[in-house]
């Protein structure tokens, strides 16, 4: 084996070492399958981002994290616009908007779905709400949200008015009382700081 092998094999290795240490999200194993999604934390400042999003009224509008602040933000990730999960999760929000939520709290459901599905969602189910539509997963990704395909992982996060995620939930049952008792009490707990 030549030295310059050797020194090919060693200037390899560093650069995925430091690949690794730069950008945890992007680095790849050496077998070229990527690296495990890197969900935002608890008290970890919020991805900012600017998205489209729309409601019942059909009315488009940008929406962007940071000019938000001072307000309590709800990003909720779900699956699929009218899917059976979606649709329990989505009508909870609506029917206990107030009590869950309250005012003030700025609430985002957001899927992968075009913002025409997402329009029409809304105003067949009345929500109180605008719907990010996410198509090419961007804001998905900065959350850890991405699923398989074009569909995204059930999660919700809560964000403060000062723009820090006060609560984290990567896996939201939206079947299970519980996870909306826990879900108002952050949202009760962020309003309140």
Known sequence: MSSITILRGTLLAAAVVAVA????????????????????????????????AT???????????SSLRG?????AFYPGDRTSGCTAELNKFRDEYKTLFGDGVVVL??????????????????????MI????????TKFGSQGSGKYFKRSVFVIGKDGKIAYAE?????????GYDKLAAAIKQARAN
């Open 109 to 130: 459901p957001t899927s992968s779905d075009s913002l025409g599905s997402h329009s029409s969602w809304a105003k067949d189910a009345h929500f109180p709400f605008a």
């Open 55 to 65: 409601d019942s009224t059909g009315q488009v509008s940008h929406v962007m994290l």
């Open 71 to 75: 307000k309590v933000v709800v990003l």
């Open 170 to 178: 990567p896996k939201f049952n939206a079947l299970a009382q519980d």
């Open 21 to 52: 240490y730069a950008s945890p999200a992007a680095a790849q194993t050496q077998a070229g399958q990527a690296a495990a999604v890197v969900t935002p934390a608890a008290g970890e400042v919020a991805p900012d981002f600017m998205a489209m």
């Open 133 to 140: 539509a996410d198509t090419k997963a961007e804001l998905a």
